[in-house]
């Protein structure tokens, strides 16, 4: 491979255009990583209320690793910048999520660790990053299951004490 940064340069300017869709100001930053002696994110975003500094990783579908410097680089960049630090995680075949670092796996040596299930479970995924959606659980849609006037109308229905038009109008 001509340049081992290719695939991870295309995801980022991915990102950057589908931020720029969304509507947030975007600029890749042009001299992230190893590029300068200046530790800088991946892509800064914001949509005029809120302010990003991200760092992008991508993998075919092994689990993306952070350095423990590259995470504290951020930290500090995003503090002094006013921004929110973000990690944006993208496997092959899926879309873009997103994560504060505070959420990560710690590796036992000080580095971080996304795999793709737990992206797919716990990330933010873009449309809820640019404010499309809002993701919402299942612990919060919770199961109540039905009130208990329409259990005993159903019942009432049931043994034939209403017919089916009657259960229906009490059910509207």
Same mark, same amino acid.
């Given at each position: 491979?001509?340049?081992? =940064?290719?695939?991870?340069?295309?995801?980022?300017?991915? *990102? &950057? =255009? +589908?931020?720029?869709?969304?509507?947030?100001? %975007?600029?890749? +930053?042009?001299?992230?990583?190893?590029?300068?002696?200046?530790? *800088?994110?991946?892509? *800064?975003?914001?949509? $005029?209320?809120?302010?990003?500094?991200?760092?992008?990783?991508?993998?075919?579908?092994?689990?993306?690793?952070?350095?423990?410097?590259?995470?504290?680089?951020?930290?500090?960049? +995003?503090?002094?910048? $006013?921004?929110?630090?973000?990690?944006?995680?993208?496997?092959?075949?899926?879309?873009?999520?997103?994560?504060?670092?505070?959420? *990560?796996? #710690?590796?036992?040596?000080? =580095?971080?660790?996304?795999?793709?299930?737990?992206?797919?479970?716990?990330? #933010?995924?873009?449309?809820?990053? %640019?404010? =499309?959606?809002?993701? &919402?659980?299942?612990?919060? %849609? $919770?199961?109540?299951?039905?009130?208990?006037?329409?259990?005993?109308?159903?019942? +009432?229905?049931?043994? $034939?004490?209403?017919?089916?038009?009657?259960?229906?109008?009490?059910?509207?």
């Amino acid at each position: 491979m001509a340049n081992s =940064n290719a695939k991870g340069d295309r995801r980022e300017r991915e *990102l &950057v =255009n +589908a931020l720029d869709g969304a509507g947030f100001a %975007v600029m890749r +930053a042009p001299a992230s990583g190893s590029a300068t002696e200046r530790e *800088l994110p991946d892509v *800064l975003s914001g949509d $005029g209320e809120t302010f990003y500094a991200i760092e992008a990783k991508s993998s075919a579908g092994d689990p993306i690793y952070l350095t423990g410097e590259e995470v504290e680089a951020l930290l500090f960049f +995003a503090r002094n910048f $006013g921004a929110k630090p973000r990690i944006g995680v993208r496997f092959d075949r899926e879309d873009w999520y997103f994560f504060h670092p505070a959420d *990560l796996h #710690t590796t036992d040596g000080g =580095n971080y660790r996304v795999k793709k299930e737990k992206a797919l479970s716990d990330g #933010t995924d873009f449309d809820e990053f %640019v404010g =499309n959606s809002e993701k &919402v659980t299942l612990d919060e %849609v $919770g199961d109540d299951g039905p009130d208990q006037s329409v259990l005993d109308v159903l019942s +009432a229905f049931e043994r $034939g004490d209403l017919d089916r038009e009657e259960a229906a109008a009490m059910l509207e």
